[in-house]
């Protein structure tokens, strides 16, 4: 070997040690994110997730990675699941799921950045201090279901404006539920309606709630937010369709499965938030500098098709102001 690339060689060599060293000292960083749910009724929300990481430039698998925690819709799973990535060390935890999630990742840990996507009023809940300067270590998103109660209410009416009754599925095990059932009653009192509640936090409960609600001829349903609703899509649509009763949801899902009607923010966009503001964190950003973000996309979504079946005619005005009409 000749002197000259001899010395080349020791030259390049001592710029690319730097380089090499720098990559080891830099691991990749690790989301952990835990979910009452399952994976396999939210794998599809996953995808909008990694959307907006992928977006702001970290792609899973090739410069991050998430570890998953699934609850499979058991509420008392939770605190294991959250201590447990607190144990791993992760880099950000994103709970989802509902506001039990969110209260155990806040009970295991105060100084592991938590992102939250919730149903609920984020302040009334305490998970954060205000919408706009969150501190400590909490931010997320706010898809407020529970405010669109009356809106829900409203549109029922509208449809089956002979409905004297209106029957309110709700989980027991969800935090909120009282809120919400105080909250819509009082909505339907101001429309001369008859709300009652029907609780169910599993699959025998589901099919009794329905079987109560045909037994007393309410005139319509009303699913309320609640991430176990959310992990049993299908099921619950089946049992609206084969009691024959109108049925009015909280998410698009229900609708494209089936159901007559649904009212609410679009989760897939929640859901690429989440992912924005994780990456936003493992830039640098702190958690408590991020005002919590509030759900602006709203759709109403009608499905023709299940209305027919049902026999119902949608009111022309109702189908003018639907975002997506199914045929």
């Not at 004297?164 to 969800?174: A, H, I, P, Q």
């Amino acid at each position: 070997m000749r002197r000259r690339d001899f010395i080349k060689g020791i030259a390049g060599s001592a710029t690319t040690w730097p380089l090499a060293a720098r990559a080891q000292q830099q691991p990749t960083p690790v989301v952990g994110f835990m979910h009452l749910g399952s994976s396999e009724a939210f794998s599809a929300h996953l995808e909008f997730l990694r959307q907006g990481l992928k977006e702001n430039g970290y792609l899973e698998g090739k410069n991050v990675a998430i570890e998953y925690r699934w609850a499979g819709g058991q509420p008392g799973r939770l605190p294991e699941l959250a201590t447990d990535l607190v144990r791993q060390k992760v880099d950000v935890i994103a709970a989802l799921g509902g506001t039990n999630s969110v209260l155990a990742a806040k009970a295991a840990t105060t100084t592991i950045p938590i992102v939250f996507l919730t149903g609920a009023d984020p302040v009334k809940l305490k998970f954060v201090n205000s919408l706009n300067r969150p501190e400590a270590n909490v931010t997320g998103i706010a898809n407020i279901f529970e405010d669109l109660g009356a809106k829900d209410i409203g549109l029922l009416h509208e449809l089956i404006p002979d409905a004297k009754g209106v029957g309110f599925l709700v989980n027991t095990e969800n935090p909120n539920a009282s809120q919400q059932i105080k909250d819509l009653q009082e909505a339907a009192r101001s429309l001369r309606l008859e709300l009652e509640p029907f609780r169910a936090k599993n699959e025998r409960e589901l099919q009794e709630a329905f079987d109560n609600v045909a037994e007393r001829a309410l005139g319509a349903m009303l699913v309320g937010a609640d991430p176990y609703f959310g992990s049993n899509v299908n099921q619950i649509v089946r049992l609206a369709a084969d009691h024959r009763i109108p049925t009015v949801y909280y998410r698009r899902e229900f609708t494209n499965a089936g159901g007559l009607m649904s009212y609410g923010t679009s989760t897939s966009e929640a859901w690429r938030q989440v992912g924005v503001y994780i990456a936003r964190i493992l830039k640098g950003a702190k958690p408590g500098d991020l005002p919590v973000m509030q759900s602006t996309k709203f759709e109403l979504v009608i499905n023709l098709k299940t209305a027919k079946a049902l026999g119902l005619e949608i009111p022309p005005q109702l189908l003018a102001r639907a975002d997506e009409v199914i045929e």
